[in-house]
């Protein structure tokens, strides 16, 4: 099992930044693959960034420039860098993880944190 506790959530303004954050517990956090998600009120849950076990990563285009996956695998953590926010933004992230290799699709990522919500005005 794999516990993960999301941490980081606002509200900002439009064009400000916010820095998430995901605590892992319970397995080895280097033997994960991890992703941020999000879903906004009345929409399926979307894919927003990945990073491999290796600490590749892959983002989606809506946030690609703008947001940064980084791990540290020392601190068991993984962390959504968001800069130049706006309102579309706006949704509850969620932390998730897995094993083996990363995917976009939600639906086959094993663990999930409660999320965080993100509020981004205009």
């Known amino acids: 099992q794999v516990q993960l506790v999301e941490s980081g959530g606002g509200l900002v303004q439009a064009g400000g930044s916010l820095r998430l954050s995901c605590a892992a517990s319970?397995?080895?956090?280097?033997?994960?693959?991890m992703g941020w998600f999000r879903q906004a009120p009345g929409k399926e849950r979307e894919f927003v960034s990945t990073?491999?076990?290796?600490?590749?990563?892959n983002y989606a285009d809506s946030v690609k420039g703008r947001f940064t996956v980084s791990r540290d695998n020392a601190k068991n953590t993984v962390y959504l860098q968001m800069n130049s926010l706006k309102p579309e933004d706006t949704a509850v992230y969620f932390c998730?993880?897995?094993?083996?290799?990363?995917?976009?699709?939600?639906?086959?990522?094993?663990?999930w944190g409660q999320g965080t919500q993100v509020t981004v005005s205009s």
């Open positions: 998730a993880a897995r094993q083996g290799v990363v995917i976009t699709t939600p639906l086959q990522w094993d663990y």
């Open positions: 319970g397995r080895t956090f280097s033997s994960l693959a």
């Open positions: 990073t491999s076990r290796g600490s590749n990563t």
